[in-house]
């Protein structure tokens, strides 16, 4: 039987796990999604969900065929970045199942997990990361040792822009799919350029999506196509990225660009960086979008390569920190 890596995702609204083998195949996640009634994600609120779902996520891991306790080797958790209350619950859980298994325990960097992922299940090797969710957008490239952030958003990350402007008019949690679905059912020969001018936030290597959202509002509010909106939403934000990406690739001198996190679902987003690849003789590669939204076994895959260069967690060292930062975690591994 295979021995197994367990994967536990709680940085923010989703509640996973997850797992793979210690050869680094990679199972489907249980997961839960919180989903708030109205407004933004309380952190509190979106804790007491995955209290409540915990248990339920380990009677589909019971009901499993391919999973079994008896072969769990090690369980990995998010350490952070993420909401405290959300990280605690995971960690806790994590704890205890370590505890009870008499397995290690492995902390991990939710941001690098997206990484691994993405190399794992792709085959590329050495990438740009173009890292996009809900609280994150960063350009990153592995370098002495780290992964470093080589440009980042400078206020809000572009998944909470996209859901910011979904619930101003009356989309629910996540707001981006259903964005995509309404920039595809615009018909770009009616744009006029004239009207909707947005702001395209590019500074330096760095991004910036807080005066997109407030414009994109406005011009809604004014009586412009919310479909209009969308797609031109969609067309700034993703093309800044996009940029910011190429230009890391020129100055790392890398030819592989790999998107994650979850707004690296989006097939426009997925369509300009394979442009941008091609024009360049680079490569673009993005996981399955069940690898791309936060889960579980993204964390038992980071686990796995963690523990197999010989890292673990001591219980002393397992608190959880919110502002985990990318750049802060030792890269052993190949
Ligand atoms: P992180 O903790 O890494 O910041 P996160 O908590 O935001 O991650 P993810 O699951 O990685 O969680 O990403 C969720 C985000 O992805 C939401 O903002 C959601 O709107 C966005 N998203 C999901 N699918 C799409 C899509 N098809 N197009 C655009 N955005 C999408
Ligand atoms: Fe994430």
Redesign the pocket.
């Known amino acids: 039987m295979a021995r197994l890596i367990l994967g536990i995702e709680s ?4 509640f996973s796990f997850g797992y793979v083998d210690t050869e680094g195949k990679l199972y489907s996640s249980k997961s839960a999604l919180f989903k708030p009634e109205s407004g933004g994600i309380h952190p509190r609120e979106a804790a007491d969900h995955h209290t409540i779902k915990a248990s339920n996520l380990i009677s589909q891991l019971n009901s499993d065929e391919n999973f079994d306790w008896k072969d769990v080797e090690a369980v990995s958790f ?1 350490q952070g ?2 909401l405290g209350p959300c990280l605690r619950i995971g960690a806790s859980v994590a704890r205890g199942l370590s505890n009870k298994l008499s397995v290690p325990l492995i902390g991990v960097n ?2 690098i997990a ?1 990484i691994e992922i993405g190399r794992n299940e792709t085959g590329c090797n050495d990438p740009v990361l173009l ?6 957008t960063q350009v990153i490239a592995r370098s002495e040792g780290k992964y470093r952030v080589l440009g980042e958003t400078l206020d809000i ?7 910011k402007f ?1 619930r101003n008019f009356g989309i629910a ?9 309404l920039s595809n059912q615009f018909n770009t020969d009616s744009i006029n350029f004239e009207r909707i001018s947005l702001p395209y936030g590019v500074h330096g290597m760095d991004m910036a999506f807080s005066g997109l959202l407030t414009s994109a509002i406005r011009l809604v509010e004014d009586g412009e196509n919310m479909k209009s909106i969308c797609w031109s939403i ?1 067309e700034h934000a993703f093309a800044s990225c996009i940029e910011v990406a190429e230009r890391a690739m020129a100055h790392t001198g890398k030819s592989e660009l790999l998107l ?10 997925r369509e300009m960086a394979e442009i941008m690849c091609n024009e360049r003789g680079a490569k673009a590669y993005w996981p399955s ?1 069940q690898f ?4 579980g076994t993204m964390i038992a895959e980071l686990g796995r390569r963690m523990i197999q260069s010989g890292i673990i967690t001591q219980l002393e060292d397992s608190a959880v920190n919110p502002y985990l930062r990318t750049d802060y975690t030792q890269v052993e591994w190949n």
């Open positions: 940085t923010a609204h989703t998010s970045p993420g939710h941001c997206h890292y996009v969710s809900g609280g994150n990350g572009i998944g909470n822009m996209l859901d979904a949690f996540p707001g981006g799919p259903e964005i995509e679905k969609q994650g996190g979850g707004v690296a679902c989006n097939s426009r987003i979008k791309c939204i936060d889960n």
